[in-house]
C-alpha cells in the first residue's frame, strides 16, 4: 500500500516524518547497545545508523516518494549510496563532536549530525534514487 505525499510541501512534510521516526530508531538502537552490550558509541553509532537506514528505506519509499520505475533491488542500491554519503557525513560530525568535546553527548551529536545531513539526503533521494527514469 502506497500513501505518498503529492505536493511539494507534502513530500517535505512526509519525509521530516520518515526523518524523525529513522531518529527514534537510530537513538533507541544506540541507547540499546550502549546500555545492554559492551559496544563502546564509536561501533554502536554504526548499527544504530544502518538500522535507521533501512528502516527509512521503506518509509520514503511508501509515503514521501513512492516507488520509481525502478526494481526493488536498484532503489534500494541506489538508497543506500546516497544514504552512506549521508550516514558518512553524519558519522564524521559525530566522532568530530565527541573527539573535540570531551564529555559531549552521543545522543546531541546524533541529534546535531541528523539535522545537517536532513537536507542533502532529501535532494539525494527525491532526485537520484525515486525520481521517474527518463
Known amino acids: 500500500m502506497q500513501l505518498v505525499a503529492k505536493s511539494k510541501a507534502g513530500k517535505i512534510f512526509a519525509?521530516?516524518?520518515?526523518?524523525?521516526?529513522?531518529?527514534?530508531?537510530?537513538?533507541g538502537v544506540l541507547f540499546l547497545l550502549l546500555h545492554l552490550t559492551p559496544m563502546g558509541p564509536i561501533i554502536a553509532r554504526i548499527m544504530s545508523i544502518l538500522c535507521a537506514m533501512i528502516s527509512n528505506f521503506f518509509i520514503n519509499r511508501t509515503f514521501t516518494f513512492g516507488q520509481s520505475e525502478r526494481s526493488l533491488r536498484e532503489e534500494f542500491i541506489r538508497y543506500a549510496s546516497v544514504g552512506a554519503v549521508g550516514a558518512l557525513l553524519n558519522y564524521l560530525i559525530y566522532v568530530a563532536l565527541l573527539f573535540l568535546i570531551p564529555g559531549f553527548s552521543p545522543f546531541l551529536a546524533t541529534f546535531i549530525g541528523v539535522i545537517i545531513v536532513a537536507i542533502f539526503s532529501y535532494f539525494g533521494y527525491s532526485r537520484f534514487v525515486f525520481n521517474r527514469k527518463n
Open 15 to 27: 519525509f521530516a516524518v520518515a526523518g524523525g521516526s529513522g531518529f527514534v530508531i537510530d537513538i
